[in-house]
């Protein structure tokens, strides 16, 4: 099994370079080509960056501020946010081993960096915490959604535990709460075909065609007009677990993308999406043990959601 080299930059303060593979284009320097290809970045940070020598090439060369711009050269650089927000929500270590580490993650913390999320991502927080450069996410859950997630720390072994998750061997269970329809006949398994919703980037949508997504949902507990459901899906698509909800009319208490698509940057602490993945089971591919995790998070009483 091939390992992908490390990249010519190391990683700083729990952060690792970012990387872009030079587009074709009209641009005489790479300097230019990074000015026009990040217009929210002026000009004078690149400047800063580059004579700082914190912007190289794929063999750790410097880029300089007249080097010609060469389609297809990966550029690597650092990427830095003003005024980032706390999360003020802390996560939490289930286990560690020489391979994987197992996180308890809170709601509204995203797993990986992106777009206005650098720091303040758990595996930002965990590389400061743990120490481990090398830790990557085997899978993925919404910043929005809370649980468990699974991170590889040796390069070498982390294609095994990706194909736990992309041949669907490991077995995820979520918990969610919701309005209770009386008419929906539970235990059902949902089955629809998702597509991006040609309305907003965000969103997800059910559309014609051969259904590519799948997920039980039994009911839990139910307090009137309120219940708590047990969601295990079958297939692994962005958003499913909330799109089906949604699609049977009981969308997940709290989503501010499904039915209704909400002004984004309008997080609401006090009133988190109410959906938490729950357990994660699987045979270690390395150790051939059996593992098995559930989240010490909690959706509260559904009283408290009347």
């Not at 990074?34 to 700082?52: E, G, K, M, Y």
Request: proline letters at 8%.
């Amino acid at each position: 099994m091939s390992v992908r080299a490390a990249p010519p930059l190391p990683v700083r303060e729990g952060v690792g370079p970012s990387c872009l593979a030079l587009p074709a284009g009209p641009w005489a320097t790479i300097a230019a080509c990074l000015v026009d290809r990040f217009p929210s970045v002026a000009a004078t940070t690149w400047a800063a960056r580059i004579a700082a020598g914190e912007v190289v090439d794929e063999n750790g060369g410097v880029i300089t501020p007249t080097r010609p711009h060469r389609a297809g050269l990966r550029v690597y650089y650092y990427r830095s946010l003003t005024d980032e927000a706390r999360v003020p929500f802390d996560e939490a270590v289930l286990f560690r081993d020489a391979h994987i580490v197992v996180a308890d993650k809170p709601h509204f913390l995203a797993v990986t960096p992106s777009g206005a999320h650098l720091h303040e991502t758990l595996l930002v927080r965990l590389k400061h915490k743990l120490g481990i450069d090398t830790l990557a996410p085997v899978h993925r859950i919404d910043r929005e959604t809370a649980g468990l997630v699974m991170f590889s720390i040796e390069p070498a072994t982390r294609g095994a535990y990706q194909r736990l998750f992309a041949e669907r061997v490991a077995q995820k269970e979520y918990e969610c709460v919701a309005p209770w329809r009386t008419a929906l006949p539970l235990p059902l398994v949902h089955r629809s075909r998702l597509v991006d919703d040609p309305t907003h980037f965000m969103r997800m949508c059910e559309a014609e065609g051969n259904a590519n997504s799948e997920t039980r949902i039994e009911l839990i507990e139910r307090h009137d007009e309120v219940a708590r459901y047990r969601l295990v899906p079958l297939t692994g698509k962005r958003h499913q677990l909330r799109v089906h909800c949604a699609a049977l009319g009981i969308a997940i208490r709290g989503d501010r993308i499904y039915p209704e698509l909400l002004p984004v940057d309008t997080d609401d602490h006090a009133h988190p999406l109410q959906l938490l993945a729950r357990r994660l089971s699987f045979v270690d591919p390395i150790t051939s043990e059996p593992r098995s995790f559930t989240s010490r998070r909690t959706l509260g009483r559904l009283v408290d959601h009347q």
